[in-house]
């Protein structure tokens, strides 16, 4: 599976973004997936997890509520809507695939896209 991140950009505090993750391959639906964002000398961090259905999510107490991470498998695309940013939310954001359940432990995931840079100023 490859993964193209898409849709970061500049945005201001209290403002929204919604990011995109294009899968390829034919087996997008068999896989849970990921959105982690990994700050300027920070570890990467879990964000949001969703299920192969799609019925089913997970995410970080950071960003419950704000943030809402969704899926079209027609599409081969799962897509993670921010609203309400801070600054802090600043992070290059990757989505990822291979997740079996809910993780949030990126060791989980097999597959990784390139990442998307998001800027929330202040």
């Known amino acids: 599976v490859q993964l193209q991140a898409s849709g970061g950009g500049l945005v201001q505090a209290g403002g929204s973004l919604r990011l995109s993750c294009a899968a390829s391959?034919?087996?997008?639906?068999?896989?849970?997936m990921g959105w982690f964002c990994q700050a300027p000398g920070k570890e990467r961090e879990f964000v949001a997890t969703?299920?192969?259905?799609?019925?089913?999510?997970y995410y970080a107490d950071n960003v419950k509520g704000r943030f809402t991470i969704s899926r079209d498998n027609a599409k081969s695309t799962v897509y993670l809507r921010m609203n309400s940013l801070k600054p802090e939310d600043t992070a290059v954001y990757y989505c990822?695939?291979?997740?079996?359940?809910?993780?949030?432990?990126?060791?989980?995931?097999?597959?990784w896209g390139q990442g998307t840079l998001v800027t929330v100023s202040s």
């Open positions: 990822a695939a291979g997740g079996w359940a809910l993780y949030s432990d990126p060791l989980r995931y097999d597959y």
């Open positions: 391959g034919r087996t997008f639906s068999s896989y849970a």
């Open positions: 969703i299920n192969q259905s799609g019925d089913s999510t």
